[in-house]
């Protein structure tokens, strides 16, 4: 069983078999699952129950019933703006890739209601030497680092801390693929399941204007100072502002009201957000 339940496998077969039941409407016999996923064909209903019973064990995403598997829809989708948690985060690392590279400092603000509610800082001892350009740029040394806990010793508190929010990040790709690559290592097989959501994407959708949609420039644009520039907590609690300054603006310009709508704001391609920006129609609309 996974140690929180913010955590899913991250298997292929788990995603194969949720790719196959969004195809089918949210639900499917196991006997088709079994034949698609696993390439197993002519396994009686019981045994195909049991396959994938094993399969999804104790993950919340999924129900079997009469040997028919449904895909549970995330009530968090449909919540309102206004009733989620958000958790701005932010990540420091030895390099720009995993593997080979690690986590070196971890900063992250709570969004309760349109305000800050909580904060989450911590260096991360990489176990791996710090490059001297990355020391250069985020300050970190690896003396500091030296005394700071391994991720192993951060992870419970972190998923903790988290819980069912929804992530936000700059550049949020990067952030969440650090996060599960560090969460992988600590529990094996599994990642978060947290939807992400980007800052860099949302600005561009309420601000095409700016020259560019660097935290820098977004920063700059609203008058939020940033205190110390690739340390994590300075950068998160930045990202944090910006996003509360853009929640209003994405609800006046584009309609949004609940998750998701934001999730399909932040997933459209900027083609079509030039088009929608042009012609002033909200999501709802």
């Known amino acids: 069983m996974p140690p929180y339940p913010n955590l899913v496998s991250d298997s292929t077969l788990v995603q194969d078999t949720i790719d196959l039941l969004t195809g089918s409407g949210g639900r499917a016999p196991a006997t088709e699952i079994v034949d698609a996923v696993f390439k197993l064909s002519h396994v009686d209903d019981e045994l195909a129950g049991l396959l994938v019973a094993d399969l999804v064990r104790n993950d919340r995403r999924f129900r079997i019933e009469n040997h028919t598997v449904e895909l549970l829809q995330d009530d968090r989708q449909s919540r309102l703006?206004?009733?989620?948690?958000?958790?701005?985060?932010?990540?420091?690392?030895?390099?720009?890739?995993?593997?080979?590279n690690r986590l070196i400092e971890l900063g992250a603000y709570r969004i309760r209601h349109g305000r800050i509610a909580g904060k989450f800082l911590s260096l991360v001892n990489p176990e791996i030497p710090i490059p001297r350009f990355v020391a250069s740029l985020t300050?970190?040394?690896?003396?500091?680092?030296?005394?700071?806990?391994?991720?192993?010793?951060?992870?419970?508190?972190?998923?903790?801390?988290?819980?069912?929010?929804?992530l936000i990040a700059h550049n949020s790709n990067f952030d969440a693929n650090f996060l599960n690559h560090e969460i992988s290592r600590v529990y094996p097989g599994h990642r978060m399941m947290n939807p992400h959501l980007c800052t860099v994407k949302l600005s561009r959708r309420v601000l095409p204007e700016l020259l560019?949609?660097?935290?820098?420039?977004?920063?700059?644009?609203?008058?939020?100072?940033?205190?110390?520039?690739?340390?994590a907590g300075c950068d998160a609690l930045a990202t944090a502002e910006i996003f509360?300054?853009?929640?209003?603006?994405l609800e006046a310009i584009h309609g949004v009201k609940d998750l998701a709508d934001l999730c399909f704001l932040n997933d459209l391609e900027?083609?079509?957000?030039?088009i929608t920006n042009a012609s002033a129609n909200p999501i709802h609309g």
């Not at 703006?81 to 720009?96: I, P, Y």
């Not at 900027?270 to 030039?274: G, L």
């Open 270 to 274: 900027d083609t079509q957000i030039k």
């Open 81 to 100: 703006l206004k009733d989620l948690d958000f958790v701005v985060v932010d990540v420091e690392a030895t390099g720009a890739k995993t593997p080979p």
């Open 244 to 249: 509360i300054q853009l929640l209003p603006k």
């Open 139 to 166: 300050g970190i040394s690896n003396e500091m680092v030296k005394q700071a806990p391994v991720f192993a010793d951060v992870a419970p508190q972190w998923l903790d801390f988290v819980s069912d929010s929804v």
């Open 212 to 231: 560019n949609h660097r935290l820098d420039t977004i920063a700059e644009h609203f008058s939020i100072p940033i205190a110390s520039r690739h340390r």
